[in-house]
């Protein structure tokens, strides 16, 4: 649905920011974005059956933004706690821990912080929500799945969710995602757009546009991510710790790249 013409939007421009600048000024908006029922229904039998067959009690959500998944994993009867370099994320993961009646450790922590936050022995560790991709270099990217091999059980499980950016030079341009929200007080449009700067490099951007009161507002958010490939993301687990790693487009397990697939999904064992 377009703004009407006559009403033009009114906002603000955040310039690009670092992950953390992100989504704390995202906020509350990330909940309402995020079509949460829908995406963790498609999602809960692949955890069930993955934390089962490997035997998993114990949880930790690195980058766990308002802390669905582990709220989620809590559900299904798990000990689990969550990180996020975002402190008004894990201040709204909180509230919806309290809402739902479970019991998650949550506390402000980025990537390569894990370890010192947490008392380790997890049997599994998600980092999930294309969350890794905000880490631009490879130094970045070892010291955080070092982190999440040391706060792991040996044998525990690691998985991680990303985009499938094996596809962007097939693909060449702008990705864009439209998500409409009927609330309370208004309409809310939410696009979030991926662009290619060159290489690795993208721009992710949030729009949001309200309509309250017959007047449209908007807020644009960017930050940069990287485009982490399958190649790139199998070699650092293995430098990592890692082994038995294994990737697959979505949550069904169907292979890398399929038609109608768009995700990297990879699971992989830390080394006795």
Not at 110 to 130: M, P, Q, Y
Request: hydrophobic share 40%.
């Amino acid at each position: 649905m377009k703004p009407p013409r006559e009403s033009k939007p009114r906002g603000r421009r955040v310039s690009a920011v670092d992950a953390r600048e992100f989504y704390d000024e995202l906020g509350d908006r990330y909940d309402v974005m995020v079509a949460w029922e829908e995406r963790l229904s498609r999602e809960a039998e692949f955890f069930r059956r993955l934390f089962d067959a490997h035997g998993v009690s114990r949880v930790l959500d690195a980058a766990c933004g308002t802390g669905m998944h582990a709220i989620a994993f809590a559900r299904q009867g798990r000990r689990c706690a969550a990180a996020d370099v975002s402190p008004a994320m894990i201040d709204r993961a909180r509230e919806n821990a309290r809402r739902a009646d479970v019991e998650v450790d949550l506390r402000v922590a980025g990537f390569g912080e894990l370890a010192r936050s947490f008392e380790g022995g997890f049997d599994a560790v998600t980092c999930l929500g294309n969350s890794l991709p905000h880490l631009l270099e490879d130094e970045g990217l070892a010291k955080a799945l070092a982190d999440f091999a040391a706060v792991l059980a040996p044998g525990g499980i690691v998985v991680i969710q990303n985009r499938n950016y094996d596809r962007l030079p097939a693909s060449g341009g702008r990705s864009v995602h439209l998500n409409a929200r009927q609330e309370a007080d208004g309409e809310t449009l939410f696009v979030r757009m991926t662009e290619p700067r060159g290489g690795e490099n993208l721009d992710f951007t949030i729009l949001t546009l309200k309509k309250r009161g017959g007047a449209w507002r908007h807020t644009l958010q960017t930050t940069p991510l990287r485009a982490i490939s399958r190649d790139t993301m199998e070699r650092a687990l293995g430098a990592a710790g890692f082994q038995s790693v294994e990737v697959y487009g979505d949550y069904s397990r169907a292979a890398f790249g399929a038609p109608g697939t768009g995700d990297l999904v990879a699971i992989a064992a830390r080394r006795a």
